[in-house]
């Protein structure tokens, strides 16, 4: 049995990756870029100002965003679940940006009695991501990262053929995106019109605002100056979402142990970990391929890296970790008067084995009974702990008359699960 306290060991947290960027936005009219998809570091304002108003701000409309006074902070319910401020250094990071986060912000700031300090403009530009492929050789494998960019080099200089068909070929039926015929300089466009572009000079054919369907296989036919076929190349284009910023998640299992998660938007995204640098062995962490999730065992502590890939792309976030408690502080009285004060790691039942040991235990005389433990030092007492309080005290109880009623093994040792 596993008993699991969803206590959040995590710290604090940075995540980096192609899809991330920042941006100091302390200037009046500054643009800043984030790719579509990824994540944005907005530096606000210089760290000393505490009092300020974060808004979208479109002619006409504006919508607060963000708002902080006295150390109060208040995020709008439309962008919350991926947006964090950063009181300390006053920088403002939103998560798997949207098209729609493309707009004029407006920034206003405070002095401490209230009047008006500065109000400045940023512009954000949202972007899909660009990628690049040789696309030369017979049969070249290129992705695309959804929504964004591709350039397909389909050959060196396509200025040196007399004619061109480039199509895509599903199941047979084709589809011609571009032609090119060198005397009458005649370049077709179709059906994708508004999304193609072809560079003659460099043979480089650039598809903007990609979307899944555009993923398939295409083919260039060129052809001699009588119109016959020369020869047919092939290549396949794969769209795939980019992956997004990770997310990582901690509970701590009984003895210690701490399963960690870490989860990532995109497609087919593949997960690899390190531990202050160095790649997690096999016995640190059995993994669980599947589902993203590792296990560490007890005692580990440090800088954990969770990186996540795809063919597009790779993000990476990266946690300070504290080991899982594998120890509850029992401090109790018998009713013989002997008293029972220890670390323990069971007592008495399997599922009472949780706590922390974070602090040197505290030496209060404690009435009969009564099972202290310490400490959760600051993270508070969740249902759980209070639930496992009672179970603790509840089963002491049981030890204790059992012990009376046999008169026999003493309660810790019979009870004990072998640990
Ligand atoms: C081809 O030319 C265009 C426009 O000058 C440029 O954007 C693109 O990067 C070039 N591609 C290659 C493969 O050189
Ligand atoms: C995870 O993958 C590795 C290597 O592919 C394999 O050795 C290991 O048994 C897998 N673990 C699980 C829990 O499937
Ligand atoms: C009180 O009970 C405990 C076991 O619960 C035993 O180990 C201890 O010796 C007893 N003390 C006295 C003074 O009888």
Redesign the pocket.
């Known amino acids: 049995m596993e008993a699991v306290f969803g206590l959040l060991v995590m710290i604090a947290g940075v995540s980096h990756g192609m899809l991330t960027s920042s941006c100091d936005a302390r200037e009046d009219g500054c643009q800043c870029y984030g790719a579509l998809g990824g994540t944005v570091y907005l530096q606000l304002t210089d760290t000393t100002v505490s009092e300020l108003t974060f808004k979208k701000d479109p002619t006409g409309v504006t919508t607060e965003i963000l708002r902080m006074r006295r150390n109060k902070m208040i995020i709008a319910d439309s962008i919350k679940a991926r947006s964090e401020f950063f009181m300390n250094n006053k920088t403002f990071r939103m998560d798997n940006t949207e098209r729609t986060d493309s707009d004029e912000y407006l920034l206003e700031t405070f002095h401490s009695n209230g009047s008006s300090m500065a109000t400045r403009r940023l512009h954000l530009f949202i972007e899909g991501l660009e990628t690049s492929c040789d696309a030369r050789e017979d049969g070249s494998q290129c992705y695309g990262a959804l929504g964004g960019t591709v350039y397909l080099q389909l050959m060196t200089d396509a200025t040196r053929y007399d004619e061109l068909s480039f199509y895509k070929d599903s199941t047979g039926a084709k589809t011609e995106i571009l032609k090119m015929k060198k005397g009458k300089r005649v370049i077709t466009y179709t059906p994708i019109i508004d999304r193609v572009h072809f560079f003659i000079n460099n043979g480089t054919f650039r598809l903007n605002n990609t979307r899944r369907n555009d993923s398939g296989e295409y083919l260039l036919t060129k052809y001699d100056s009588e119109g016959k076929s020369s020869g047919t190349r092939g290549l396949q284009l794969f769209i795939e979402a980019p992956v997004s910023s990770p997310q990582l998640s901690s509970e701590c299992l009984s003895h210690g142990e701490m399963r960690v998660s870490c989860s990532s938007e995109g497609d087919g995204p593949q997960y690899s970990w390190t531990l202050d640098g160095q790649t997690l062995s ?1 016995t640190d962490a ?5 589902t993203n999730t590792i296990t560490l065992k007890k005692g580990l502590s440090g800088d954990l890296t969770c990186t996540v890939r795809n063919n597009i792309n790779r993000n990476t976030v990266s946690r300070r970790i504290s080991h899982c408690p594998g120890l509850i502080y029992v401090n109790c009285t018998l009713s013989n008067g002997t008293k029972i004060s220890e670390w323990v790691i069971t007592l008495c039942v399997e599922s009472a084995t949780v706590a922390t040991v974070t602090e040197a235990p505290t030496s209060k005389t404690s009435t009969e009974h009564s099972v202290e433990i310490s400490s959760w030092a600051g993270s508070g007492f969740n249902v759980f702990v209070y639930f496992q309080l009672a179970e603790v005290f509840i089963l002491l109880t049981i030890c204790l008359g059992s012990y009376l009623f046999y008169k026999k093994k003493t309660c810790p040792q019979e009870q004990d699960d072998g640990e």
């Open positions: 096999n059995p993994p669980d391929n599947k």
